[in-house]
């Protein structure tokens, strides 16, 4: 049995809004009885076209679908458009008190419904999920088929909540969770966001505070650094840093290794390039 | 709350007999059966003792039985032990509806170069034979099929199946997890080379299972070490399961009828008053024999998650067909591969009974059951379109 908070059942035994407006001024419609989830959302907008003055929806899902289209048309009234754009999949999550990985697809699902009434409404192309009856081609390339997920989708979930494995992007979206042929493309993509967010991060670091370059000398020797040095048996200890002179003991298997001078190059390259081009390793005895 | 249970497919209580027969084998009867001296040699006589009991329920030898951990190792020892009998065979048949202990198996050994056909169902989940036939070949190692499936209780015809693969000269395994103590079975009179069964689904704990092997059935074990279990299964005996075990197959033997009898009604009845009273459902597997205590009720436009949630509010508990619960997120691999339109599948539930189900179990889940369907379709986009038409 799934481990859902008390607010995840309490919107899922008494869901809040549902049903239909039948004179509604945006309807959003993603997933598919195929799929095992679907959402139709609908919105009606004050007088003025401002603001969001009601929600409801109909779900046909799981127990945390239910809840986050409910915990979604809670969220969204009283809200501008653009402010209930702003929402994002981990919101929704969070409102509920968290949602189990395996379920994050359906916070997603919520999200999606919400972009795609929203688009259709301002008669603008509906986003690309591919993932849907409704709307029209979805731009990006097709990568899971048997969810109709697309590249542009995958790689949006995948940066706006940091996915790291092939697994993850199967509990948020569903991708891979059938048939399995798009692992390998998921993998791919994934790979290719934390490129283009690596690269951002060595665009940035124009001006770093002092106190920023060291955090990010400890993030980048933590999450960078150790976890190679830990596949071949060894490890290292931060020592100090003084300005951009960085010192390091090696440990474990790299604790007197004949190479660790090339070791030393290796971690000085890994920080130049994530922190800062002026930094020098040095390693101590320590 | 009082607690409904229908989910003996999954495990079932331990009944207070058996557990009353394996209490002193923790902290007084404790001693290893293969020591030399009286105190060891008293749990080798109720070890002995259980495995006839086994071997009555099954029409076996006591030679025949050999205690594992569960159902799972005992599928596992069968295809490995055949593969290893012939090592120059490489192909293997099994069915698509398998429970994952043998298909999860069968794929790891496709990818190590071994040949896998996996045999096709209908859409009642029945086999066909003459697919077998046509399929079993000089270079098949061993054929594992199901006794009677987990989810729908569809009972295949294992003995038919048997007698075309000993033609071929290829050795024959069935999980028998869900059949044993529900159906009569009689190895005495059978083809079948090798069983499986698994003590928590006939109300011995978890944690003890039995491979059955015919007599003179070439065999190597998995695990290796002692000399118990006559050489085919090393490691010291889970004496007080084992013994649990053997009471507990006695009671089966006494409650056959039983499950023949009153549970098969109260089953029936639950399917009639269901169907009848909730639209737009079907029966998965209902055109064929099936276990008589497994009912497995496809509902149009709901999701199963959402029902098993409301059900359990209600005291209830169940399982479903859906994949929404286990994490993965197609419908299971049965329903899928008896073609159970995804509208159906995505809401089926099962419901299986034991001895200890009443008929005020059976009354409870009447009277839940249809508000359920009709509060879920009421909110399903779906629901609404197809129903209002
Ligand atoms: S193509 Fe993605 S799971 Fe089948």
Sequence with gaps: ?286 | MREIYLDNNATTKVDERVFEEMRPYFCELYGNPSSMHFFGGQVQKKVDEARARVASLLGALPDEIVFTACGTESDNAAIRSALEVFPEKRHIITSRVEHPAVLTQCRNLSKRGYRVTELNVDGNGQLDLSELERLVDEDTAIVSLMYANNETGVIFPIEEAAKIVKKKGALFHTDAVQAVGKIPLNMAESAIDMLSLSGHKLHAPKGVGVLYVRRGTPFRPMLVGGHQERGRRAGTENTASIIAMGKACQLAEQYMADEAGRVREMRDRLERELTALIPNTRINGGGTERLPNTLSIAMEFVEGEGILLLLSEKGICASSGSACTSGSLEPSHVLRAMGVPFTCAHGSIRFSLSRFTTDDDIDAVIEALPPIISRLRAMSPFGREFLNK
């Design chain 1, 1 to 286: 049995m799934w481990d859902y908070t008390d607010k995840v059942k309490e919107h899922f035994l008494n869901p809040r809004n549902v049903g239909e407006i039948t004179d509604a001024d945006a309807v959003g419609e993603v997933g598919s009885l195929a799929c095992g989830d679907a959402l139709k959302l609908f919105i009606k907008l004050d007088e003025n076209k401002e603001r969001i003055v009601d929600a409801k929806f109909q779900t046909f899902g799981c127990g945390s679908a239910i809840a986050s289209s409910s915990a979604l048309t809670e969220m969204v009234k009283g809200k501008t458009l653009d402010e209930a754009l702003e929402i994002t999949n981990q919101q929704i999550a969070d409102f509920l008190g968290g949602l189990p990985e395996e379920k994050m697809h359906c916070s997603v699902m919520g999200q999606e419904a919400l972009e795609v009434a929203i688009a259709k409404y301002r008669g603008v192309e509906a986003p690309a999920h591919g993932h849907g009856h409704d709307h029209v081609e979805s731009e990006g390339e097709l990568v899971c088929k048997c969810f109709g997920l697309t590249d542009v989708f995958l790689k949006k979930v995948i940066a706006s909540n940091k996915l790291t494995t092939a697994e993850q992007v199967t509990h948020f979206t569903k991708a891979g969770g059938a048939c399995g042929g798009c692992i390998p493309k998921i993998k791919e993509l994934i790979a290719e966001v934390l490129g283009e967010e690596k690269k951002a991060a060595v665009e940035k670091p124009a001006k770093l505070t002092n106190l920023r370059k060291m955090q990010l000398i400890q993030e980048t020797l933590e999450n960078e650094v150790r976890p190679q040095l830990w596949a071949d048996g060894g490890d290292l200890e931060l020592i100090d840093i003084d300005g951009s002179n960085v010192q390091v003991a090696f440990r474990k298997a790299c604790a007197g290794c004949a190479s660790s001078g090339y070791t030393a190059r290796f971690v000085e390259q890994k920080l130049r390039e994530l922190v800062s081009p002026d930094i020098t390793v040095q390693e101590v005895q320590g």
